[in-house]
């Protein structure tokens, strides 16, 4: 029996059963925008830049279950507009000033902003006051850059085995904390060496002493949009 | 008490068992005031889980406290119809009592002062908590009376019993809150017909949940009796904290019975044998005597193994608190909450009648759904689906609050005219209704005629009258700080979007707002309610944009004429620079024509 599909943006697309709409376009080569996923971890669903229209109604791609034959729209202006809004909540939302931090050019949300044409952040900054970790020798955890996508959290918790890293704070108070007695990260069992040091899709955590060894201007998305990269299914070497 | 053996005791009481971790903080707090990082830390050791678990409970209740608060936490309810009533000028009164700002504690320790969202006592004017312990009616001579008894530190034991005092306001009984009931009576009817004669009750009787949302009762029992495994649970939902809601209050007050043994009842049809009441931190109160009522049905045998002599029909009850988070009214986050973590909504599908309670088949009903099923265990379902409308059978009760003469409960039929709810309660010629809470919808004169009915304007019971004389634009900038404060912050979109809405309004309170910012707040409602992970966020702008479109003047009367004002006022900007360069004339001034 032939594989079952579902259209995207009128585009037939195969998926096994089970599979999430976001896992069925990136294989069939399809871009859909994300933050929270990641294909190592467990879908999140907190981000929702993945929303797209199923059926006629609002979902979050990367944990929909696609379903034979829908009708599913990825790239429209209406929805590409919402993206552009997400992406300057999330801007607003903390301190991402481009031009001096170290992720620049590898940094996903950055790399959103461009693809959805933010010229502005256009809502009024919040511009918290969030603490700084430089304790750990060898990673910087620099909580104004955090979008709260749990990336870290999953990763520790399910990859490295450690659950070093957690959300605590209701709503706007949101903040990352991390699992030692004192809070510090240098007090934890973290290492560079774990996934969750690498996987942060911003700036906020950050890997001492390698942050310039690309040169800015030859990093990922210097040289390819975030939209180009459907297929890799993975984080470009550099910018890990 | 030292914190290391506060810690222990609460970790033995509840077994070392990690899905107890909110009752552990509680119990823990309640010793020791609040829960500093060396207790989180000492509970995580003993419980053998990440201190960030702990953490992240911790910070997301608003009733447990990471920083020390006063011996005695004050805590005004802050919906707008007690503002209405005048609780801010009572809270102020009170932060000049003790000379602190709010949140702030007093430099002694004694006291915090300090807002907090509904606490489900509409009907009696403002209200407070004291440590947690409900004091409804406030006056200034009451205000002045509980300051002078903090002020000689007497213990909550030992103030006027009249200060505690909660009618149950009934003004209107029908069938549920009308008929008399022996206690017992709907097990032995549900026993009699066997569990598939009972489902087949609830069947036809069209029973839908009356927590606002109106899923068909039977269908989620029959899914979740259905769904694989042996281990399932019920969930009776009492975290009643939509702003205006006080029904399941009453409920859970003087027809305790019916409710609990509804739930026995679901547990019986779903072959269920362990049940929690997930109460709201606001109704510790109650909590006492909810206990009393679960050991008594226990002693009667109405509760525990083999309920009325039936073999095989266990069930029993827990009672589980929750701390101030309106979050966890909603069922998935509600089962997360029980589950000792921050009451976050779970991504859907799975329902919870099929992946709930540590990943068990779990039904969450509505206090008022389940005391409707002992009803119609008694009376069979086809007399339930007499009254109300097709869609809506039965009856509904109503909180009503606000600008009326008889603030209480009433209970209709579904279908009850919104206009026959006003003039039972003396709301003669009211401006507005607020039907359903914050999330509910906003309804106006020409739209009085409508029907209390899931299939015209649902609820889940709240109904707060706006008088002649109310700004609607302050309701609704209540009703946005409302949902900006309750926000989980798990999607994008409720996290910060809520706050963005609430700065707008805020904004435009101040006078500085203008067309530019009405034209963000609707594409943002828009946006919130179409990409938001749950029903908070699907609802959180529906004040907003129910008062543009049916209160404009409200708004329009607050905006300026230019098409944009800064962010920043920019001539109080520059005082400082005034003050160094000491002038104040008029040219050290910016004004409106530059």
Redesign the interface.
Known sequence: MAEPTFNIDEVPVPFKPGQTILEAAKAAGLFVPHLCHHPELH?H?????C?VIVNGR?Q?AC?YKAVADAEVDVDTPELNS?RR??VQ??F??GNHFCPTCEKSGNCELQALAYEYEMMSPH??E?FPNREIDASHPDVLLERNRC??CERCVRASRDIDNK????????????TL?????T?KLVDSNFAVTDRAATICPVGAIIVKRSAFTTPIGDRAYDRAPISAEAEVCEIPEDAK | MSSVNAVAAAVDHYRADPYYLLQILRMAQAELGWIS?ETQ?EIAESLNI????V??V?????FLYSRPRGAYRVLFSDNITDRMAGSLDLFQRMLRHFGVKRAETSTDGLVSVELTSCTGLCDHGPSLLVNEIAIPSLTEQRVDAIASLIKSRTPLGGWPASFFKIDDNIRRTETLLGTPYTPGSGLDAAINRGRAGTQDEIKRSKLRGRGGAGFPNATKLDTARNAPGIEKYIVCNADEGEPGTFKDRVLLTSYSARVLEGMAIAGYVVGATRGFLYLRGEYEYLRPKLQRDIEQMRAHGRLGPSIRGAAGFDFDIEIYMGAG?YICGEGTAQVTSLEGK?GRPR?KPPSMVIRGYKDKPTVVDNVETLAHLTEIAIEGGASFARRGTRGSTGTKLISVSGDCERPGVYEYPMGVSIGRVLQDCGAPSPLAVQVGGPSGMLVTPDEFSRKIAFEDVPTGGAFMVFGPDRDMFEVARNFSHFF?????????????????QM?LMDKIAAGRGSRYEVN?LM??AD?IR????CGLGETASNPIRDTWNKFRPAFERRLIAQDFAP?VDLDAALEPTRKVAHRDDAAAHLTAEG
């Open positions: 879908p669903g907190g981000c929702k830049l929303t609002t979050a944990t919402m809004s997400m909540l999330l607003i939302e809502f009024v919040f979008i709260m659950s070093v890293f957690g959300i605590a704070g209701r709503g706007g108070k949101a904390i991390v699992n030692s007695p809070g | 990082r830390n990440p201190v960030t678990q953490t992240s911790v910070e997301f209740y608003s988070a921050p991504v900006a404060h309750e926000s989980c912050g798990f999607c994008t979109p409720c996290r910060v979007g809520t706050k963005v700065a963000d594409r943002l946006f179409r990409t938001a992970h962010e």
